[in-house]
């Protein structure tokens, strides 16, 4: 019997010890697979900033957002190239009448369509991006599928 | 001095070299590209949402209709990201038959990418013999699981079936006559003169832009990144087998090209190995009749599929169905490239940069 061995292994004590020192961050856990990393949206840019210059996570792999009952959860998934054995979870949580979050654009080029088709289908908000529209739904479609309370009508 | 204004081409998205409903609007000052706009969503067919009422067992068959061209990858990720999700490990002997049928899908995703690649610049001959190659890897998915294209054959804890008795000579006379095909491929396609002439210089993309835009699989690869996730970041018994990482020189169409040639090689390498340590034993492992994972359970699970770094993060709300399934597709995030690449560049190296990117629009609309 097998299992999928690729958890976050030896060193993640040490990388949750240090990742504590950097400012903004308001909790921190960890799994057998990534460390999480709970960021105020205020400070999301700073936070991924210093991940990206001083911990060479230059690679942001994945950008998702997850509606929860009052709020949504946009989650970045990180990693380094070349691989560095470190796997980083960034969350912040918005509120759904204020679903705005900074967006990652400058920071990392690769949010540039992760983030606006998460605009698309879960209508957040990403200020400071240069050109959000919709990416995969036609532009006259209206409301955002992937929230909980879109109703389909077919 | 003569001055002309820019103009619009559309390229797409009913276009034979628009890989199945990509249009690429393309701003043209005179002969050259200023500007390409990639627009998706012509093959979305709303996937994510599709599986928040779906079981976990359900949405295997959707998973296959991502990446269409290798339904085994796809299917895999989304096993194993729920495999994880529930913490249960999968018998040793599915483990194999797994590795088996993924990199026989990624021989046939790139046999499509070479004889695609060759239609789109004319050659019609070099499609030929890619696609009658790529006929016995169906004839063997057709073996195992039934299917021939979109294969539902991975299971939450193992695989559907057995392989049965016809599928081994089968695939050893294949393997037997692979360094025959791609010497083949390199007389036909590598060889020939239009090919390399459209291809080299043609849609430069260098390391640096390749990781800050994210583009993964070949196309990092080609631009000399040796990142291979079954390297970098093992999953399931990917960290047996041997194998090499090809990287090309300099990200151009033609390093695009010969890394996916390349790695058709070491594919049947890892196949060998797989068929020679294969145990004996099940094929499919005890799981729960129905699968509930504790709520509040999240994973994000990754693969390294034909065309790059394919995630699932899936997130669990106590109930038989996910709360939450994002799909990283490879093919959305690599889209990103081709403005990058095509820039200041001629009207038919757009079509080159297109193929060579291989783009499966299945997966990158969802």
Known sequence: MTSHDNSIGVGAAELMAALRQLAGIDEISQDEFFVYLQVDVSRLVSVMRSLLNDWGMNYLANLSAVDYDSEFEVVYHLYAIPDNGKKIAVKVRVPHQQAQVPSLVTVFPTADWQEREAFDLMGISFSGHPNLVRILLPDDFSGHPLRKDFRKEA | ?366
Not at chain 2, 199 to 218: F, N, Q, R
């Open chain 2, 1 to 366: 001095m003569l001055k002309t204004d820019p103009y619009t081409i559309n390229i797409g998205p009913q276009h034979p070299s628009a890989h199945g409903g990509l249009r690429a609007e393309t701003i043209m000052d005179g002969e050259d590209v200023q500007d390409v706009i990639v627009h998706l969503g012509y093959v979305h067919r709303s996937v994510e949402k599709i599986a928040e009422s779906r079981t976990y067992a359900q949405f295997v068959p959707y998973a296959s209709r991502l990446d269409y061209l290798a339904s085994h990858l796809p299917t895999l990720g989304y096993v194993q990201a729920v495999e994880k999700l529930l913490g249960i490990t999968v018998p040793e002997r599915a483990e194999y038959i797994r590795v088996i049928v993924a990199e026989l899908s990624r021989i046939a995703s790139h046999l499509i990418f070479a004889g695609s690649l060759a239609i789109d610049l004319g050659a019609t001959t070099g499609m030929i013999y890619c696609y009658r190659d790529r006929e016995r890897i169906m004839d063997m998915f057709e073996m195992s699981s039934g299917q021939r294209l979109i294969a539902s054959y991975m299971r939450i804890g193992g695989v559907s079936h057995d392989f049965p008795d016809s599928f081994y000579p089968a695939v050893k006379s294949f393997l037997g006559d692979l360094p025959k095909m791609i010497s083949e491929y390199h007389g036909l396609l590598s060889g020939n003169e239009i090919l390399q002439a459209r291809c080299k210089g043609v849609g430069v993309l260098s390391a640096d832009d390749a990781i800050a835009y994210g583009i993964t699989g070949p196309n990092l690869r080609a631009s000399g990144v040796a990142y291979d996730i079954r390297r970098e970041d093992p999953y399931g018994i990917y960290d047996r087998f041997e194998f090499n990482v090809p990287t090309g020189h300099c990200g151009d169409s033609w390093d695009r090209y010969t890394v996916r040639i390349e790695e058709i090689e070491q594919s049947g390498r890892i196949i060998e190995q797989a068929l020679r340590d294969m145990p004996a034993g099940d094929y499919l492992g005890k799981v729960p009749r129905i699968i509930k994972p504790p709520a509040g359970r999240e994973v994000y699970h990754r693969i390294e599929s034909a065309k790059g770094e394919l995630g699932y993060h899936i997130v669990s709300n106590g109930t038989d169905k996910p709360h939450r399934v994002h799909v990283r597709a490879p093919s959305f995030v690599n889209m990103m490239a081709l403005p990058l690449v095509s820039r200041g560049g001629k009207l038919q190296d757009i079509i080159t940069n297109i193929a060579t990117l291989d783009p499966v629009l299945g997966e990158s609309d969802r």
